[in-house]
Nanobody, 126 residues
Framework: QVQLVESGGGLVQAGGSLRLSCAASGVTFSRYAMAWFRQAPGKEREFVAAFSQRTGSTLYGDSVKGRFTISRDSAKSTVILQMNSLKPEDTAVYYC???????????????????WGQGTQVTVSS
């Protein structure tokens, strides 16, 4: 059974940093594309970043490019989102997602992923 478990959320002041982790189990991690999405209150879920070792692709949403970095620790089956220069508008629930079959053109779309974590809250105060 596939499980994705996020951790590392919390409260931080604007300009600060947070590091989110997503531990995956029940998957062949090296074959999976992993992504982060976020959803703020009253807004649609938004693509943040994705990594596919199979396609060699790393993608970022426009609003986080240059501030966030996605990486993976294959030995621990963990995907990491390092968030720097945080802004109040980064406040959201952050979700980890995974797929063994997503293609490059779908990597920015929720529909490309069939496994999701429960989410972790990130709050950035001004």
């Amino acid at each position: 059974q596939v499980q994705l478990v996020e951790s590392g959320g919390g409260l931080v002041q604007a300009g600060g940093s947070l590091r989110l982790s997503c531990a995956a189990s029940g998957v062949t991690f090296s074959r999976y594309a992993m992504a982060w999405f976020r959803q703020a209150p009253g807004k649609e879920r938004e693509f943040v970043a994705a990594f596919s070792q199979r396609t060699g692709s790393t993608l970022y949403g426009d609003s986080v490019k240059g501030r966030f970095t996605i990486s993976r620790d294959s030995a621990k089956s963990t995907v990491i989102l390092q968030m720097n220069s945080l802004k109040p508008e980064d406040t959201a629930v952050y979700y980890c997602a995974g797929s063994g079959t997503v293609i490059l053109s779908q990597m920015r779309s929720q529909s490309g992923y069939n496994y999701w974590g429960q989410g972790t809250q990130v709050t950035v105060s001004s």
